[in-house]
């Protein structure tokens, strides 16, 4: 199962999508719909340095973050949007994904989803081709054939600043707006286009 094409569901009743009803117009549940929010990304509760990854297959998440002694733990989302732990240090904890996509634990934690920036990307100062990023977890590569600053490695922090560790590029630094764009310290902008 993967995300729905259509909406933030996983896939289940169709290969691409979370129900007939949503391929036939976005956001439209039939009846065997399952409903289940897919939660696979990065996510941060705006306190941590380092996010927690959640990996789904179906309806179970694992979640890990190796710098959280409750690391990893093993749940359910289920139809609605409510989440369960039954392994590791969250066993027991509840929450429930709301209408803006966040989760909300019963002990007052809210977790915010990290935006990828795993694609590909254009300047606004010169680059004669477009630049890529893949990312694992908050792990991101920029590459470019075309820059003498290419490759260069770094991380995208829960806050959505972007720091370089390797390559031309260390000493700068950029913010995500969560929309598609990264404002870089030295005044260039990306934009994504795929």
Do not use: Y
Request: net charge positive.
């Amino acid at each position: 199962m993967s995300k729905c094409a259509s909406c933030n569901l996983v896939t289940g009743v169709t290969p691409t999508h979370c129900c007939h009803a949503c391929s036939v117009k976005a956001g439209t549940h039939g009846p065997r719909c399952q409903k289940v929010p897919f939660l696979s990304g990065n996510w941060t509760d705006g306190t941590v340095p380092t996010p927690s990854s959640i990996t789904q297959c179906g309806n179970q998440i694992t979640v890990v973050n190796t710098t959280q002694p409750w690391s990893p733990s093993v749940g359910t989302v289920h139809s609605g949007g409510k989440v369960d732990f039954q392994s590791g240090g969250l066993a027991a904890l509840v929450g429930a994904v709301n209408a803006a996509g966040e989760i909300q634990f019963t002990n007052g934690v809210k977790w915010t989803v990290i935006p990828p920036l795993h694609g590909a990307w254009a300047a606004d100062q010169g680059a004669s081709n477009l630049t890529q990023i893949t990312q694992v977890g908050p792990n991101i590569t920029v590459t470019n054939p075309g820059q003498p600053w290419s490759p260069s490695t770094g991380i995208h922090h829960p806050n959505n600043t972007i720091t370089f560790s390797t390559g031309g590029l260390v000493g700068i630094t950029g913010t995500f707006n969560g929309a598609g764009a990264i404002a870089f310290s030295n005044g260039c902008t990306w934009t994504k286009t795929a």
